[in-house]
């Protein structure tokens, strides 16, 4: 099933298929460490729903909603 990073539900993996957004947006989502083929477990998901907590090659991490829906991932 293919859908956005911000869909995904807590506690579950998902792999990267592709990061869609320009410029500056995508590149600060590459310095995360997500890039296309990479796992994403997705740890908490604050109560209104900003940020999102996942955890990328071993790392913990906080990801705005917004640059989470450009993440497509298939689970």
Known sequence: MVTNL???PVGQ???VLKL???GAVKRRIM???ITK????YVRKVAPLGDPIEI???GYELSLRKAD???VDVEM
């Open 6 to 8: 911000r869909e995904v």
């Open 13 to 15: 993996t998902a792999r």
């Open 20 to 22: 869609r957004g320009e």
């Open 31 to 33: 310095d995360m460490g």
């Open 37 to 40: 083929g990479v796992e994403v």
């Open 55 to 57: 955890t990328v090659r």
């Open 68 to 70: 989470a829906e450009m």
